[in-house]
């Protein structure tokens, strides 16, 4: 089945500095790449996503790249504020009648130090 | 505003009960995932139905967990009989073929005490 890693599990960065996770996927037939934010108590949001027929997308303050060769996307937030400390998580899908589908990695808990 | 709905949001009860979660996905999704999230285990997914077919369960304790859609606008999971090790946040989250946003519930946080 599909197996998602994610790094680092804790990253603390000063407000306006970037911040950047990483994650990898085990399984070559995910084709969707999505990454959601949870604040403390409530339910995961997605903030971005990318597909495998493109390498970057961009939106605002967030970015995601995406390396197929390598089986690995990262998550880019540039110009940091304290309302961007969460948890961030990614995930790998396959969609249609795959199992193991929508898989999330472990998760990055972001703080922004003001 | 389409939304997932689950209820309860909050539960306690005693080891050894019945527990069951329920879930509405938006109206017109044909996906529905199960996760159970723990401060040490992140989002982990226990169960994934697509028009209503489990897909995927493996993730699942087969022994005590079961997973059923009776119908399009109704997802149960339920968990007989509870243990303390169970106690967690148990999130649905529904969306189109698997493979486009998934929209989550608000969860429901289960304490087996």
């Known amino acids: 089945g599909e197996n998602v890693e994610q790094h680092p599990s804790t990253l603390s960065v000063q407000e306006g500095d970037s911040a ?95 | 505003d389409a939304r997932v709905t689950q209820t309860p949001r909050h539960k306690v009860t005693e080891m050894g009960q019945e527990v069951t979660m329920r879930c509405q996905p938006i109206l017109g999704h044909n996906t529905v995932f199960w996760y159970r999230q723990t401060m040490m285990q992140g989002l982990e997914l226990l169960a994934y139905f697509r028009n209503r077919a489990p897909l995927d369960d493996s993730g699942m304790p087969k022994d005590r967990f079961s997973a059923e859609m009776p119908d399009a606008t109704l997802a149960t999971l339920k968990i007989q009989p509870s243990e303390p090790r169970d106690s967690a946040v148990y999130f649905c989250a529904s969306g189109l073929d698997g493979n486009t946003e998934a929209f989550f519930g608000q969860g429901t946080r289960l304490t087996v005490v």
């Open chain 1, 20 to 114: 950047v996770i990483k994650c990898t996927y085990s399984d070559s037939a995910s084709n969707y790449f999505p990454w959601y934010k949870q604040e403390l108590g409530k339910r995961p949001q997605l903030i971005i996503d990318i597909r495998s027929n493109v390498g970057e997308k961009k939106d605002q303050r967030i970015a995601v790249t995406l390396n197929k060769t390598a089986k690995h996307f990262s998550l880019h937030i540039t110009e940091t504020q304290p309302e961007d400390s969460a948890v961030y998580f990614c995930a790998a899908s396959k969609g249609r009648n795959y199992g193991q589908n929508f898989v999330f990695g472990p998760g990055t808990r972001l703080s922004v130090l003001p």
